[in-house]
């Protein structure tokens, strides 16, 4: 990063991101860590917090404070804010709570027990084996997902695309912790979340390991004095997952903000993610390439605004960490954020499948971006969502109105943040910061060494029960 100013519940099922340290190893693998910085002129002067002119408003959250570079959404965005008609001809239903289904699906419990919900073709969509505790979901994309809640609160999620985990309860000095183990090619890594309940659903939201100084968040949220040229190594590299996305998703040549920054680092990583794990097949054809990227200058000064709301959470929470003070479950959560009422945007961390208006099945894989315009509707456990930009195909064109399970906005919310984590962590300034374990992770309990049995196990049981 370029330098700144200053330096027993309900769980529906859930989407997987990886965690920040795989992040990291397949970011090397994709050839998206890599990255120069331009020194063909000199460095402008930072900015000092006296000098600094004063800026405009957050435009979607005045509390988040000023943002020098700070550009108004489009008035069709807002206009969606109570997202009339955004659910459509999507069918409800308890047992998929969240995830509702297309125009003429069905729900029917079979002789054995099972909850089986059907397309209107008859083709199966999902499966939930009340018994097993599992839920299994066939994508639009083809892909599988297994998710299997246990008695003891012990969740495991397999996926055919993308990473899948093994997650345990973990209690420290009498606050409860979700520890996930994540497993790809025969390697662990794991990252933890603090639980919080909304309308009888469990959901996990991203806890930090570690924290900076609070000087260092103020120099992430400061403007440079001057845009600041900079060269990411894949741009030079002929890196694969690039080449692949390049109608969708290039970076900009200089940048205003550190947060500019970061939302160009944040999308890379989630393409080269998706790209690593999830190779295309030949038959899939590349995002088309048009006269200008899908995502577009609106597209990132939307998220980058996201990106200076998430620092700042980050921020308080280290202070909070500073003090030895253990957050209000859900505080700094996607269910408080979207309490506002304003737009917020995000990251899509993983393939999920959705219902447009009209009724019909699309999707949005990770990269994609979505602006939520609704709070939570407790009675579905969804928010209303506007699709920025997503790459063609079967995914929802742009500007599709979309209900988003609440679960999986919180997936989105901890991507976001995992992977804003990785960019301040593997930035020059970030390297060279000192930081403070979080309290609950300075003694933390090793990865889940069992992951990879735990998870082909239950793939031989979701094989058994998908017939």
Same mark, same amino acid.
């Not at 692949?244 to 160009?264: E, K, M």
């Not at 190779?279 to 995002?287: C, D, F, G, L, V």
């Not at 088309?288 to 200058?297: D, K, N, Q, R, Y």
């Given at each position: 990063?370029?330098?700144?100013?200053?330096?027993?519940?309900?769980?529906?099922?859930?989407?997987?991101? *990886?965690?920040?340290?795989?992040?990291?190893?397949?970011?090397?693998?994709?050839?998206?860590?890599?990255?120069?910085?331009?020194?063909?002129?000199p460095?402008?002067?930072?900015?000092?917090?006296?000098? =600094? =002119?004063?800026?405009?408003?957050? *435009?979607?959250?005045p509390?988040?404070?000023n943002?020098s570079?700070?550009?108004?959404?489009p008035p069709?965005?807002?206009a969606?804010l109570?997202?009339?008609?955004?659910?459509?001809?999507?069918?409800?239903?308890?047992m998929?709570?969240? %995830?509702?289904?297309?125009?003429?699906?069905?729900?029917?419990?079979?002789?054995?027990?099972?909850?089986?919900?059907?397309?209107?073709?008859?083709?199966?969509?999902?499966?939930?084996?009340?018994?097993?505790?599992?839920?299994? %979901? %066939?994508?639009?994309?083809?892909?599988?997902?297994?998710?299997?809640?246990?008695?003891?609160?012990?969740?495991?999620?397999?996926?055919?695309?993308?990473?899948?985990y093994v997650?345990?309860?973990?209690?420290?000095?009498?606050?409860?912790?979700?520890?996930?183990?994540?497993?790809?090619?025969?390697?662990?890594?794991?990252?933890? !979340?603090?639980?919080?309940?909304?309308?009888?659903?469990?959901?996990?939201?991203?806890?930090?390991?570690?924290?900076?100084?609070?000087?260092?968040? @103020?120099?992430?949220?400061?403007?440079?004095?001057?845009?600041?040229?900079?060269?990411?190594g894949? =741009?030079?590299?002929?890196?694969?997952?690039?080449?692949?996305?390049?109608?969708?998703?290039? *970076?900009?040549p200089?940048?205003?903000?550190?947060?500019a920054?970061?939302?160009?680092?944040?999308?890379?990583?989630?393409?080269?993610?998706? !790209?690593?794990?999830?190779?295309?097949?030949?038959?899939?054809?590349?995002?088309?390439?048009g006269?200008?990227?899908?995502?577009?200058?609106?597209?990132?000064?939307?998220?980058? @605004?996201?990106?200076?709301?998430?620092?700042?959470?980050e921020?308080?929470?280290?202070?909070?960490?500073?003090?030895?003070?253990?957050?209000?479950?859900?505080?700094?959560?996607?269910?408080?954020?979207?309490?506002?009422?304003?737009?917020?945007?995000?990251?899509?961390?993983?393939?999920?499948?959705?219902?447009?208006?009209?009724?019909?099945?699309?999707?949005?894989?990770?990269?994609?971006?979505?602006?939520?315009?609704?709070?939570?509707?407790?009675?579905?456990?969804?928010?209303?969502?506007?699709?920025?930009?997503?790459?063609?195909?079967?995914?929802c064109?742009?500007?599709?109105?979309v209900?988003?399970?609440?679960?999986?906005?919180?997936?989105?919310?901890?991507?976001?943040?995992?992977?804003?984590?990785?960019?301040?962590?593997?930035?020059?300034?970030?390297?060279?910061?000192?930081?403070?374990?979080?309290?609950?992770?300075?003694?933390p309990p090793?990865?889940?060494?069992?992951a990879?049995?735990?998870?082909?196990?239950?793939? @031989?049981?979701?094989a058994?029960?998908?017939?």
């Amino acid at each position: 990063m370029l330098t700144s100013s200053t330096e027993a519940n309900r769980r529906p099922a859930r989407r997987c991101r *990886p965690s920040p340290a795989l992040l990291l190893v397949l970011l090397a693998a994709a050839g998206a860590g890599a990255q120069t910085q331009q020194n063909t002129a000199p460095p402008a002067r930072p900015v000092t917090p006296a000098a =600094t =002119t004063p800026a405009a408003k957050h *435009p979607l959250n005045p509390a988040l404070g000023n943002l020098s570079n700070a550009a108004h959404l489009p008035p069709n965005h807002l206009a969606l804010l109570n997202n009339q008609g955004a659910a459509g001809n999507a069918v409800q239903s308890q047992m998929f709570l969240g %995830h509702p289904g297309p125009a003429g699906s069905t729900v029917t419990r079979a002789a054995n027990g099972n909850i089986v919900r059907n397309a209107a073709d008859g083709s199966v969509l999902d499966v939930h084996s009340p018994s097993k505790g599992m839920y299994i %979901h %066939h994508g639009l994309d083809g892909s599988k997902r297994i998710l299997v809640e246990q008695p003891d609160h012990s969740r495991i999620f397999v996926t055919s695309r993308g990473v899948p985990y093994v997650q345990h309860p973990y209690m420290f000095r009498g606050h409860l912790f979700d520890h996930r183990t994540f497993y790809v090619q025969g390697k662990v890594f794991h990252q933890f !979340y603090r639980p919080y309940n909304y309308g009888g659903t469990v959901l996990d939201m991203y806890a930090p390991t570690r924290f900076y100084a609070p000087n260092f968040y @103020q120099g992430v949220t400061t403007p440079f004095a001057a845009p600041q040229p900079y060269t990411w190594g894949y =741009t030079t590299s002929s890196a694969p997952w690039f080449g692949y996305y390049r109608g969708y998703f290039t *970076p900009d040549p200089t940048y205003s903000t550190p947060q500019a920054w970061l939302a160009d680092f944040v999308l890379a990583a989630s393409l080269a993610v998706a !790209y690593t794990t999830a190779p295309p097949t030949p038959s899939q054809q590349a995002p088309p390439a048009g006269a200008s990227p899908t995502v577009t200058p609106e597209v990132k000064r939307a998220l980058a @605004q996201e990106i200076d709301h998430q620092v700042k959470q980050e921020s308080l929470e280290a202070q909070a960490n500073a003090q030895n003070r253990d957050p209000p479950p859900g505080a700094g959560s996607v269910v408080q954020e979207l309490a506002d009422r304003q737009p917020h945007v995000f990251v899509v961390g993983s393939d999920l499948d959705l219902v447009d208006p009209s009724g019909r099945r699309c999707s949005v894989s990770e990269g994609d971006v979505v602006q939520v315009v609704s709070a939570p509707d407790a009675s579905t456990s969804t928010a209303g969502a506007v699709v920025m930009a997503s790459k063609g195909g079967t995914e929802c064109e742009r500007s599709s109105q979309v209900q988003i399970a609440v679960t999986d906005l919180q997936e989105m919310q901890n991507h976001m943040r995992e992977t804003i984590d990785m960019g301040l962590a593997t930035s020059e300034p970030g390297k060279k910061a000192a930081t403070v374990p979080a309290t609950f992770a300075a003694t933390p309990p090793p990865p889940d060494a069992n992951a990879g049995h735990e998870i082909q196990q239950q793939q @031989q049981i979701a094989a058994l029960v998908d017939g």
